[in-house]
T-cell receptor, first 109, second 113 residues
Framework: GQQVMQIPQYQHVQEGEDFTTYCNSS?????IQWYKQRPGGHPVFLIQLVKSGEVKKQKRLTFQFGEAKKNSSLHITATQTTDVGTYFCAFGRGFKTIFGAGTRLFVKA | EAQVTQNPRYLITVTGKKLTVTCSQN?????MSWYRQDPGLGLRQIYY???????DKGDVPEGYKVSRKEKRNFPLILESPSPNQTSLYFC????????????FGPGTRLTVL
């Protein structure tokens, strides 16, 4: 069925470096959502994008939805140790929500 | 405080022993879901409910049942648990279909021996 692929699966960065995770679909998506899950915690909703080419920012986080609405990215500028966790993209299909496998971010101080 | 609660948080059980994981939200949300999280697979939706007495299957419903008799509660029932249902389970809710923000409970770690 319809799904999204996230890359990379893992990313190790030095504190202060930038980080980007990508979410790709073979089919057009009506929306894309991003969540963050801290180690041992539960997913926390970050944002939803619905428009082609949409870009939204939340402090050091920049979210982008591709022009064809088949891919999305989350970019973190100057990572901090508080950014550690797993970042998931997801999309809504009718009443369902389909999640990617996530990108786990490790930040070394 | 607006929240989704789940109980129990941890459970170890044996194959075939029926169990129920409770989920409750205090935000008057219409829409509730159950997910399971397994390493490398992200979160997979088990069941969802659009409102009281309205439920439907997600992507991995086999071996699970749900009910929605009241708006605030959405219990997950495993009639005959098996080891492949060992997982981390999350309940989530959102106001309605058109609302973006989905709130997750703290999770229930289930081990079936």
């Amino acid at each position: 069925g319809q799904q999204v692929m996230q890359i990379p699966q893992y990313q190790h960065v030095q504190e202060g470096e930038d980080f980007t995770t990508y979410c790709n679909s073979s089919t057009t998506l009506s929306n894309i959502q991003w969540y963050k899950q801290r180690p041992g915690g539960h997913p926390v909703f970050l944002i939803q994008l619905v428009k082609s080419g949409e870009v939204k920012k939340q402090k050091r986080l920049t979210f982008q939805f591709g022009e064809a609405k088949k891919n999305s990215s989350l970019h973190i500028t100057a990572t901090q140790t508080t950014d550690v966790g797993t970042y998931f993209c997801a999309f809504g299909r009718g009443f369902k929500t389909i999640f990617g496998a996530g990108t786990r971010l490790f930040v070394k101080a | 405080e607006a929240q989704v609660t789940q109980n129990p948080r941890y459970l170890i059980t044996v194959t075939g022993k029926k169990l129920t994981v409770t989920c409750s939200q205090n935000m008057n949300h219409e829409y509730m879901s159950w997910y399971r999280q397994d390493p490398g697979l992200g979160l997979r939706q088990i069941y969802y409910s659009m409102n009281v007495e309205v439920t439907d299957k997600g992507d991995v419903p086999e071996g699970y049942k749900v009910s929605r008799k009241e708006k605030r509660n959405f219990p997950l029932i495993l009639e005959s648990p098996s080891p492949n249902q060992t997982s981390l389970y999350f309940c989530a809710s959102r106001l309605d279909r058109s609302t973006d923000t989905q709130y997750f409970g703290p999770g229930t770690r289930l081990t079936v021996l």
